[in-house]
Nanobody
Framework: QVQLVESGGGLVQAGGSLRLSCTASPRTFSSSAMGWFRQAPGKEREFVGAIAGSGGRGLETYAESVEGRFTISGDTAQSTVYMQMNSLKPEDTAVYFC????WGPGIERASNMNYFGRGTQVTVSS
């Protein structure tokens, strides 16, 4: 059974930073693209960003709304993917979910991801 465990959410003021972590099994981490999605109340789950398997291999993609503010990286030794979130805005408030799936076209669609974690709440106050 694949488990993705997120941590690092919390409350931060606008302009602040948070770093989310997601730990997977070594097999999942090395064979999957690892992504982040978020879901705000009353809204659909949306793509935030993703990194290719085995710590990225230099391949990353981001939603336009977070490009330049969020950075995803991987630690192969820890089977952990991180998302550094800077210059946070109130509209970034959401539950953030780690996901694992196949790298390729359509990675931004939640339906194409194979596994999701339980999520971690990020709240940005104005």
């Amino acid at each position: 059974q694949v488990q993705l465990v997120e941590s690092g959410g919390g409350l931060v003021q606008a302009g602040g930073s948070l770093r989310l972590s997601c730990t997977a099994s070594p097999r999942t981490f090395s064979s999957s693209a690892m992504g982040w999605f978020r879901q705000a109340p009353g809204k659909e789950r949306e793509f935030v960003g993703a990194i290719a398997g085995s710590g990225g291999r230099g391949l990353e993609t981001y939603a336009e709304s977070v490009e330049g503010r969020f950075t995803i990286s991987g630690d192969t030794a820890q089977s952990t993917v991180y998302m550094q979130m800077n210059s946070l805005k109130p509209e970034d408030t959401a539950v953030y979910f780690c996901a694992a799936g196949a790298w390729g076209p359509g990675i931004e669609r939640a339906s194409n991801m194979n596994y999701f974690g339980r999520g971690t709440q990020v709240t940005v106050s104005s």
